[in-house]
């Protein structure tokens, strides 16, 4: 459905739409108004395979130039993703995360909101985790203690997020920057609770206290990997309807569409700004807490993931859409899976993943751009 | 002894303020054309990578220092070709960018540089005392006994304003950010003028990271070696209200927030944890955010590209 | 939305069929060396670089030597976070590796998760560690640092020109706490009247912070510093160089970097710790132990004194020589 080029419609007039947009093709109008940046990357399959082709091309070629075997290199990167069981389980572990934060950062996107704090939020969840997990939970009933952990995660991410929120609907600071700032202050804050208030008195290392066993997320058979999954494919269901199928995800769009029209159509854009910041932060904080819950089971020192902002890469090139994010996801933990296994079995430097990630929305980027401007020159001839 | 007067901690703080300074003024000229450079971290990580490979290979520092600058030129052009000419959304970009780099730079590292990447002499960007001027009490030690970078910059902030605000060339980059297609429909050729920027916002940056390694850090390059520092200059440009003189005072605020982790842990000694001096320059953009408030005079293009 | 789905479920389709056909795992475990004469599989974790700074390239060169010497088949992680560390160990336990060390005191938490799902795999922990939890196969080698930093001090103390002294530290982790309270110890016991400052700078890996702030402690007058700061570190002999202070190296001989500001090193004796563990492994007799690593295991030496009179290294080695044989008490803090 997205090859064809059906004419444009659009809801709201100042701000044309892209031939390729989805939502043009129906005839439902709740559907028509969406953020800038969804139709940006709304490519066809096929512009996003080749994106990747090029990209693994370029990958491929780094590492034969640094002295791996093409051969070896497929075959190692085979084994790592879909080729054996393993492979597939660690691609899974590693899409978990990344595939929460590129959820929950699309609630912020299609809102109009640029939330590039996923990483604050995480951290702030591995927080709010641990302190559900280790310090509440053991004076909870046993199957209280694992949502609750989770509750709290989220609940202290929302509020990383809200404080972002607030400052742009009180004082007009911009959240691509204020969001930004506060992924540093997010990790030297887990460094300050580690060291101090939250710091395991038994350990050598600067640590919390182990979450109890209740708290923990339960994992799939002997694998390592954790039920986070299936949450985080619940939240891809979840967003997917709260976008497409509730009046709150229509103004959400509406916002992210237009906020001076929005104005106009009577919705008070800055509680809508700061509902969708506290929506994203809150599932951005559930990647953190499946850390915290399922992997390492306290808070650490030097506990700075990066999923931020291979998150915001997955969301982008998923054109904003939940289900789209969950193929891209898939392949960029296959990517991290072969990058990973690519270090230990070739040597190869497990950073070339960033490039393969980061490449093709650049590609993309670029031809999403031209393209919007040939329909702008189309408009005006 | 350790208080905020003394002049070592202001000459420190000017210090470590010059290579923020370098970009901020770069990322100003490319804001005030409507380019909003969330790559900046990633440019200024390329002219780090750029300045302490080349050092290394070639034994000068100057040679080290020019090719960084020249090749995160051709990279800010590229970057401009992408958000200005391809007119791709500039947060993307930016965000795909700073993975490339983060990726490249340490991938390279490791491959060309398989025994560590340290310059071995930077004496040449030592500090060197103006002679007289150094004489002069408290404000001599401050201002006149820095490295080559902070002399540069002396010249170059006075410069960049003039250039911003009183020259022909500062109302075609101001024109470009703000009403574009107006300006275009005049005739201005602003995509022209944001290639243009780009490429000094490249080199600028390139240089602001050749001096991030080969002064600040003596010659040492690690992975991820500008950790942020691109972040706060791009909040710096903001909250100073893209006027150069501006950002020139925040980034010596900045300076001193870095400068304070010694003063405040010599007074107070352990009592304070060091994850509150580490996060005390984020602290400070934040807050200096909140107060500034919102601004009015925001390049009304700042984000967008030209579609015309 | 369709085409999602469509593909997705393609997706998943073609990966349950491609892992529901393959055998390349089992594949792999018979291949791996347990069983049959091959060389056992070793790997190894480390924070940072083996490449820069001193920690982990005095650890990197040590290991690389243990698995010349007993012939063993072996990998390595560098900057292997702490966060990805329970998913490296498992992976590595899954493909059959013997031994893993890891050469943090930061891994602990993740041994600990990882190593009673995998008895067959023998987890060695290289820094500081004072409980090993009961498991048989989890050892480590802990470094003494209070014995580490009271001999930095000393060093200090006796070198210092005016006796005026700063300690900088990079992250704030336990051992470093202890290193760097004992050096101030160290310190006052060769000289009653030194000063002595200690700061954070919260990291190890940036140069230019250490750098600006050891030049603030240098300005403040303290003429000998020592970096508890691994290659940030750097940066504070770089000061030292520029300012004309004197300065101290970390675990191995750093002098010829910076030859008018290193004094020596206290070095710590990693090729032998290793060599150890290499010969436990091999004897297999790692079994839950700690092994301690202090003077009187002769873990500790001074790399050759520059920049000072001889009588400080003559005293430097009576402390040393008094703590291994017992007449030098470190006190306690």
């Known amino acids: 459905m997205t090859g064809s080029n059906p004419p444009t419609v659009t809801a709201v007039p100042e701000t044309p739409e892209t031939p390729e947009t989805p939502e043009a093709t129906t005839t439902d109008p709740r559907r028509r108004a969406v953020s800038r940046l969804a139709t940006l990357f709304d490519r066809p399959w096929p512009a996003i395979t080749a994106a990747f082709v090029v990209s693994l091309g370029i990958g491929l070629l780094l590492v034969v130039l640094t002295g791996g075997g093409v051969a070896e290199t497929v075959d190692v990167a085979a084994r790592a993703t879909v080729g054996s069981q393993q492979g597939l389980i660690d691609t899974l572990v590693y899409t978990t995360p990344r595939l929460l934060v590129a959820i929950g950062v699309i609630v912020a996107l299609r809102a109009g909101q640029f939330n590039l704090g996923a990483e604050g939020q995480l951290q702030l969840g591995a ?100 039920y986070g999954f299936t949450i985080a494919l619940v939240c891809v269901l979840l967003v997917w309807l709260l976008l497409e199928r509730t009046s709150l995800g229509l103004r959400f769009r509406s916002i992210g569409h237009n906020a001076v029209a929005s104005r106009y159509q009577q919705l008070d854009v800055g509680v809508l700004t700061v509902l969708a910041m506290l929506i994203s932060g809150a599932i951005c904080a559930v990647a953190g807490a499946g850390e915290t819950l399922g992997v390492q089971f306290r808070l650490i020192q030097g506990f700075s993931s990066g999923f931020g902002f291979e998150g915001l890469a997955i969301a982008f090139l998923a054109a904003l859409r939940p289900g789209r994010a969950l193929v891209i996801a898939l392949v960029f933990g296959g990517i991290f899976s072969a990058a990973t296994r690519l270090q230990q079995e070739v040597g190869v430097t497990a950073s070339l993943a960033y490039v393969v990630e980061g490449l093709p929305i650049v590609l993309l980027a670029c031809a999403a751009g031209l393209q919007a401007l040939r329909v702008k020159r189309r408009g005006l001839a | 002894m350790h208080s905020l007067v003394e002049a070592f901690f202001w000459a420190s703080a000017v210090g470590l303020a010059a290579p923020i300074l370098l970009a901020a003024l770069g990322e100003t000229f490319a804001q005030r054309a409507g380019v909003f450079t969330i790559g900046i971290e990633g440019l200024m990580l390329s002219g780090a990578f750029a300045a302490a490979a080349v050092s290394v290979s070639s034994g000068s520092l100057v040679v080290g220092f020019v090719a960084a600058a020249a090749i995160t030129a051709a990279l800010g052009g590229m970057y401009g070709a992408a958000v200005v000419l391809c007119r ?190 580490l996060m005390a320059p984020y602290l400070l953009a934040l807050t200096a955010w909140v107060v500034m408030g919102r601004r009015s005079n925001a390049p009304t293009d700042l984000g967008r590209p030209l579609l015309a | 939305m369709k085409t999602t789905t469509a593909a997705l479920g393609l997706l998943l389709a073609t990966a349950l069929v491609g892992c529901g056909g393959t055998t390349s795992e089992d594949t792999r475990e018979a291949g791996t060396g347990s069983s049959s004469g091959d060389a056992p599989k070793v790997a190894a ?77 023998e987890f060695v922990l290289f820094s500081y560690a004072t409980d090993t939890k009961g498991l048989d196969n989890y050892s480590a080698w802990s470094v003494d640092w209070d014995q580490a930093g009271y001999l930095q001090g000393v ?83 770089q000061a030292a160089a520029d300012q004309g202070a004197l300065s101290l190296g970390e675990y191995l001989d750093e002098n010829s970097k910076y030859p008018s500001a290193i004094v020596t090193s206290v070095t710590v004796d990693m090729e032998g710790a290793f060599d150890q563990i290499g010969e436990a492994f091999t004897n297999d007799e790692l079994n839950g132990q700690i092994e301690q690593m202090n003077a009187q295991s002769g873990a500790f030496d001074f790399a050759p004194f520059h920049n000072v009179d001889a009588a400080v290294e003559k005293k430097a080695r009576e402390v040393l020589d008094g703590i291994a044989d017992g007449s030098t008490e470190i006190p306690a803090v």
């Open chain 1, 127 to 226: 927080i709010g985790a641990a302190l559900g997990g280790a310090f509440l939970a053991p004076s909870l009933p046993g199957p209280l203690a694992l949502p609750v952990a989770v509750a709290m995660a989220m609940v202290c991410g929302a509020l990383w997020a809200g404080i972002a929120a607030l400052m742009k609907v009180l004082r007009g600071c911009d959240e691509l920057i204020s969001t930004l700032l506060l992924n540093f202050v997010a990790v030297y804050l887990v460094q300050l609770l580690v060291q101090g208030a939250m710091k395991d008195p038994d350990s050598t290392f600067n640590q919390s206290r182990r979450v109890i066993a209740d708290a923990e997320l339960p994992r799939f058979g002997f694998t390592r990997l954790h």
């Open chain 2, 88 to 277: 791709a959304d500039q947060v993307v970009v930016g965000i795909g960018f700073n993975l490339v780099v983060l990726g490249a730079t340490s991938l390279l590292r490791r491959q060309l540089f398989p025994t560590g990447m340290t310059v071995p002499d930077t004496s040449l960007v030592d500090r060197r005392a103006i002679p007289l001027l150094s004489d002069i009490p408290w404000l001599g030690r401050v201002l006149f006994d820095q490295n080559l970078l902070v002399y540069a910059l002396y010249v170059l902030t006075p410069i960049a304003v003039y250039v911003l605000f009183r020259t022909r060339t500062g109302l075609l980059v101001r024109a470009a950010g703000d009403g574009a297609e107006a300006a275009s429909a005049k005739g201005i050729r602003v995509l022209r003028v944001r290639m243009w920027v780009m490429v000094l916002n490249g080199t600028l940056a390139g240089a602001a990271g050749a001096a991030l390694v080969l002064i600040n850090s003596g010659g040492v390059f690690v992975d991820n070696l500008v950790d942020g520092r691109g972040y706060l200059v791009l909040a710096l440009t903001m909250f100073a209200r893209w006027h150069p003189a501006w950002v020139a005072v925040g980034a010596v605020l900045f300076g001193a927030a870095d400068a304070l982790q010694f003063v405040a842990q010599a007074s107070f000694g352990g009592d304070v944890p060091t994850a509150v001096f």
């Open chain 3, 155 to 237: 060093i200090g103390g006796l070198a210092s020109p005016k006796g005026n002294i700063s300690i900088l530290g990079g992250e704030q982790i336990p051992s470093t706490e202890r290193a760097m309270a004992l050096a101030e110890k160290g310190a006052q016991s060769v000289n009653p009247d030194v000063k002595v400052s200690t700061v954070w700078t919260g990291t190890f890996v940036d140069v230019a912070k250490a750098k600006q702030v050891a030049a603030q402690t240098i300005n403040d007058g303290a003429d000998f510093v020592i970096p508890m700061a691994d290659l940030a570190g750097q940066g504070v002999h």
């Open chain 3, 45 to 121: 974790l480390f924070t940072q670089f083996v490449d820069q700074g001193n920690w982990d390239v005095a650890g990197y060169d040590a290991f690389t030597a243990m698995c010349e010497k007993y012939d063993f088949d072996c990998d390595y992680v560098e900057e292997a976070s702490y966060e990805r560390a329970p998913a490296l160990l498992r992976q590595y336990a899954q493909d059959g590796y013997a031994m893993v060390i890891t050469h943090s005191s930061g891994y602990a938490a993740a041994i600990e998760e990882i190593a009673p799902e995998f008895p067959d795999t």
